[in-house]
């Protein structure tokens, strides 16, 4: 059993436990966030001193106004214009004294749509498309006709345009010389058959002089193995189509007499062609013979021809400023028909690698050509080159630019009006030599102004309400020289009673009135 002295003592140690609890805790708390706090300061001193160092390592130099180069302040504000000052960092203007460089502001630049390529290096190749026509092979033409004079009996090929085979009979003659020519050897023939002559003479024979007249005259080898055998004399005399091909000229009709010159017929042999095609003479570089050529006809859709280059001709046409190439195709299934138009497509291909540049990145200014090349965001640097050929978007840089640079290739007028508008701006608001500054009022000095040559026409002045307050500090010591001839004032209208002489104390001394006309 416990006494009432026990019970009143628990609730009392209860309470002591429970206040020294509170108070380790406080300690405890009070030691955790003692010990970090030292460490948070750590951490915002090291933030603090990177942002220190980055801070350091891109310092502002100056602050420039975007229009006007030659504003510059120490501090951030506006410019003249109403314009936010830019910063411009230490080693931005390194290379201010390049001769030549532009710089405009990388935003502008971005704005006014400026896009670069790097030169590389590139083995340019071209095609050239142009017309062509087509044409009769030359070597494959044939001009029939005899030498002998006649008249024409009979005709085997009668039309423009009917195809021959090789050794076909043409037509049908009747000459005098032949029928005689015929006789001489047949007589030559039965002299060397009944006398011994030919035996002597052999290839000398009167026989064979007769045999070489006939060949002479074109009188077909059957003919005479005919004459031989027979003995007969043919009166008519075949000719025969000396190539297979097509009729594409007849000057004889039956019964017309010809003489010996005289073209009967033309035949041309169509199994293979020639294709004329003009050239511009800045092309004439990438054209060599041998090179492949394809062609298209709208008389033939869906088929592509391929041939080559055969000729160059060494001569230009003076109205077009061409040069005439001629390409020989196959045309053994007829397809091809002389004067046919068609487009012709030429590929060519360099031998050799060389530095180039889009055809848009080249200012053509007739006298040089000029490349805008980039040094760094906003900072351009015109440079001259010597071109090469120009193929498939791209020039040929012989020297002035190295592989790899990169150039504009776009808003180069943009960047050079940029330019010359802040050029223009910046002279603009350049002080002059005893100009006022911006934003102060520049006010006359009396004393230093020169008043030579300074002739005056007072007859129409109103002096009325004039205010010679100031004028109380000339000098007209420098006066004496001056010719005041035309310096007549009328003084009768001049209303003096409201003017202020205050001041207007002159220095006569030294003023020669005796000349004066008052």
């Known amino acids: 059993m416990n006494s009432p002295s026990q019970g009143g003592r628990g609730p009392l140690i209860y309470i002591i436990l429970l206040a020294v609890g509170i108070i380790a805790g406080g300690l405890l708390v009070y030691i955790f966030l003692g010990a970090r706090e030292p460490a948070v300061k750590t951490s915002i001193a090291a933030q603090g001193g990177q942002k220190t160092t980055a801070a350091k390592?891109?310092?502002?130099?100056?602050?420039?106004?975007?229009?006007?180069p030659s504003y510059i302040r120490n501090e951030p504000g506006k410019s003249p214009m109403g314009?936010?000052?830019?910063?411009?960092?230490?080693?931005?203007?390194?290379?201010?004294?390049?001769?030549?460089?532009?710089?405009?502001?990388?935003?502008?630049?971005?704005?006014?749509?400026?896009?670069?390529?790097?030169?590389?290096?590139?083995?340019l190749t071209k095609t050239i498309t142009t017309v062509?026509?087509?044409?009769?092979?030359?070597?494959?033409?044939?001009?029939?006709?005899?030498?002998?004079?006649?008249?024409?009996?009979?005709?085997?090929?009668?039309?423009?345009?009917?195809?021959?085979?090789?050794?076909?009979?043409?037509?049908?003659?009747?000459?005098?010389?032949?029928?005689t020519t015929q006789e001489e050897y047949l007589l030559?023939?039965?002299?060397?058959?009944?006398?011994?002559?030919?035996?002597?003479?052999?290839?000398?024979?009167?026989?064979?002089?007769?045999?070489?007249?006939?060949?002479?005259?074109?009188?077909?080898?059957?003919?005479?193995?005919?004459?031989?055998?027979?003995?007969?004399?043919?009166?008519?005399?075949?000719?025969?189509?000396?190539?297979k091909g097509v009729v594409v000229k007849k000057n004889v009709i039956e019964g017309m007499f010809i003489k010996p010159g005289m073209t009967l017929y033309t035949?041309?042999?169509?199994?293979?062609?020639?294709v004329y095609a003009d050239i511009y003479e800045y092309e004439l570089p990438w054209i060599k013979t041998g090179q492949e050529a394809e062609m298209r006809l709208t008389a033939r859709p869906g088929m592509l021809f391929k041939g080559k280059v055969t000729f160059i001709y060494p001569f230009m046409e003076p109205k077009t400023r061409t040069v005439k190439v001629?390409?020989?195709?196959?045309?053994?299934?007829?397809?091809?028909?002389?004067d046919m138009f068609a487009n012709v497509m030429l590929k060519s291909r360099r031998a050799k690698k060389s530095v180039v540049v889009p055809t848009e990145a080249v200012i053509l200014t007739g006298k040089r050509n000029i490349v805008l090349v980039t040094r760094g965001a906003g900072k351009f640097i015109p440079k001259e080159v010597n071109l090469g050929i120009e193929a498939g978007g791209y020039y040929e840089i012989k020297d002035g630019l190295g592989e790899g640079e990169e150039v504009v290739t776009s808003a180069q007028f943009l960047i050079d009006s940029e330019s010359k508008?802040?050029?223009?701006?910046?002279?603009?608001?350049?002080?002059?030599?005893?100009?006022?500054?911006?934003?102060?009022?520049?006010?006359?000095?009396?004393?230093?102004?020169?008043?030579?040559?300074?002739?005056?026409?007072?007859?129409?002045?109103?002096?009325?309400?004039?205010?010679?307050?100031?004028?109380?500090?000339?000098?007209?010591?420098?006066?004496?020289?001056?010719?005041?001839?035309?310096?007549?004032?009328?003084?009768?209208?001049?209303?003096?009673?409201?003017?202020?002489?205050?001041?207007?104390?002159?220095d006569n001394e030294e003023m020669k009135h005796e000349d004066m006309q008052h």
Not at 423 to 429: G, Q, Y
Not at 478 to 506: A, L, R, S
């Open 83 to 123: 314009m936010d000052l830019i910063p411009v960092y230490e080693g931005e203007d390194d290379d201010s004294d390049v001769p030549g460089l532009v710089r405009i502001d990388p935003v502008t630049a971005q704005n006014i749509g400026v896009r670069t390529a790097k030169s590389k290096m590139l083995r």
């Open 188 to 243: 030559a023939k039965n002299f060397q058959e009944e006398t011994s002559f030919g035996d002597k003479f052999g290839d000398s024979s009167v026989l064979s002089l007769a045999r070489k007249r006939l060949e002479f005259l074109d009188v077909p080898a059957h003919q005479i193995k005919e004459l031989e055998e027979s003995g007969e004399i043919k009166k008519n005399i075949h000719i025969h189509s000396p190539a």
């Open 421 to 506: 508008l802040k050029e223009a701006i910046s002279k603009m608001l350049e002080p002059t030599t005893g100009s006022a500054t911006p934003g102060e009022t520049k006010e006359t000095d009396p004393e230093n102004m020169q008043h030579e040559g300074m002739k005056m026409d007072s007859e129409e002045m109103n002096h009325e309400g004039m205010n010679h307050e100031d004028m109380k500090g000339m000098d007209h010591g420098e006066m004496k020289d001056m010719d005041h001839e035309g310096m007549k004032m009328n003084h009768e209208d001049m209303q003096m009673e409201d003017m202020d002489h205050e001041g207007m104390n002159m």
């Open 132 to 179: 062509g026509t087509v044409a009769y092979d030359e070597k494959r033409v044939y001009h029939v006709n005899t030498k002998v004079e006649g008249w024409v009996n009979k005709l085997f090929v009668d039309f423009t345009g009917q195809k021959v085979n090789k050794d076909d009979y043409l037509l049908e003659v009747y000459s005098p010389t032949l029928v």
């Open 57 to 68: 390592e891109r310092k502002v130099k100056y602050w420039q106004a975007p229009m006007n």
């Open 267 to 274: 035949i041309a042999d169509l199994s293979r062609v020639w």
């Open 326 to 338: 001629r390409l020989e195709f196959d045309n053994r299934k007829g397809m091809l028909k002389p």
